[in-house]
């Protein structure tokens, strides 16, 4: 108030006054022209008159209108979309750190990668080709790229899954479309490879398989959507080979499990595949609290945990 109130009497103020005032513009055009949706679910500005030209150093370069629709609905990580914006993935510290959970943070790098690689490859140019880095808390001074740009899998990843497929697999599954899930997926892909085998051999390639030809309208509904990204996901994961389309050995590991069971059994492959699930005992790096300190460091680690809030 007081740097406002400076400029407005002298327009002059000091080296502080001036963040304030800075900062104090970037709020005000934040909730003047703050961006809300519309009844048609269309991203607009709640005031249109006398919109600033520079309106995008506040609020960001405007994107399409369906990744603001995703945002709301919670089909899009807003952390995935800052990273594209700013270009810089900070990894926060853990609650309690060792070397084990920083060597898994440096090999999630690919998939990182490959998450950032599949929202910036339908953007802007500019989007798609800005340099990511990622910030470890534990060397901060150390800035690693993040190689989204160049994801090989973007090429082999198409829509392979019609609604007649899925319609038929959640009868022949007696599920219902909110039953959609990795374990269906897993289902309806192996019945899609063993209905065109027969006691001879494949009738058609792999290719062919998975890739129907009356894909004229693939998706149709909320379930057919999901069970795309589903497959998809699969697919990015190495569940299903990209080249050949069949079940790899991972999948079906993850087939065996019970359906109720199928999220946490993919986390346990996934720590399997990186080496990291062991018999070892995990070696924190910070040091255990005394016996008297140990109640009150329960109670602040309860507290500082995100998951326990």
Not at 200 to 228: C, N, Q, R, W
Request: charged share 20%.
């Amino acid at each position: 108030f007081q740097a406002i109130l400076s400029l407005q009497n002298n327009n002059t103020f000091n080296d502080d006054q001036s963040d304030y005032y800075y900062q104090f513009l970037k709020v005000k055009t934040a909730i003047q022209y703050h961006v809300i949706f519309n009844t048609n679910c269309a991203a607009e500005l709640c005031n249109k008159t006398l919109v600033p030209y520079d309106l995008h150093e506040i609020m960001g370069p405007r994107l399409p209108e369906k990744i603001y629709f995703m945002l709301s609905q919670g089909a899009i990580s807003p952390q995935v979309v800052n990273n594209l914006l700013t270009g810089v993935l900070m990894e926060p510290p853990p609650l309690v750190d060792s070397e084990q959970y920083r060597t898994i943070i440096q090999e999630l790098l690919n998939v990182r990668a490959q998450t950032l690689g599949l929202l910036s490859s339908v953007l802007h140019e500019h989007i798609r080709k800005t340099e990511i880095v990622t910030i470890p808390w534990f060397n901060p001074s150390k800035h690693i790229t993040v190689p989204h740009m160049h994801q090989p899998f973007l090429a082999q990843l198409r829509v392979k899954l019609s609604s007649e497929d899925i319609k038929n697999e959640l009868k022949r599954q007696s599920k219902l479309p909110s039953d959609v899930s990795i374990a269906f997926i897993l289902k309806l892909q192996a019945n899609l490879l063993s209905s065109k085998t027969t006691a001879t051999g494949p009738v058609f390639s792999a290719m062919e398989i998975s890739t129907p030809t009356h894909l004229e309208k693939p998706i149709k509904t909320v379930e057919d959507a999901i069970a795309v990204v589903l497959y998809q996901g699969l697919e990015i994961r190495d569940y299903f080979s990209l080249e050949t389309n069949n079940v790899t050995v991972y999948g079906k590991a993850l087939s065996l499990v019970d359906e109720k069971f199928t999220n946490e059994a993919m986390v346990i492959i996934e720590l399997l595949r990186t080496k990291h699930l062991d018999g070892n005992k995990l070696n924190t790096t910070l040091a255990p609290p005394s016996t008297g300190e140990f109640k009150s460091f329960f109670f602040n680690s309860c507290i500082m945990h995100p998951t326990l809030n």
